[in-house]
């Protein structure tokens, strides 16, 4: 059985795009995946890096949910 999934990387890697822009494309991708019918969607937790975007894995998926 084949499984499908995304993974919400929240690191912006692009010198123009702003921080907001990057977590507003990271929502609408995560918005996508679910109309593509997508199987999971997971969210990236940067260990032991003073960079997160993303500091509540948990609470950013009940909200995408």
Same mark, same amino acid.
């Given at each position: *059985?084949?499984?499908?999934?995304?993974?919400?990387?929240?690191?912006?890697?692009?010198?123009?795009?702003?921080?907001?822009?990057?977590?507003?494309?990271?929502?609408?991708?995560?918005?996508? &995946?679910?109309?593509?019918?997508?199987?999971?969607l997971?969210? %990236?937790?940067?260990?032991?890096?003073?960079? &997160? *975007?993303?500091?509540?894995?948990?609470?950013?998926?009940?909200? %995408?949910?």
């Open positions: *059985m084949l499984h499908v999934g995304v993974n919400l990387g929240f690191g912006n890697l692009h010198e123009k795009l702003t921080d907001e822009e990057m977590f507003q494309g990271e929502l609408g991708l995560a918005e996508l &995946a679910d109309r593509l019918g997508d199987d999971s997971w969210a %990236v937790e940067h260990h032991f890096d003073d960079y &997160a *975007m993303c500091p509540d894995n948990v609470l950013l998926l009940a909200h %995408v949910a």
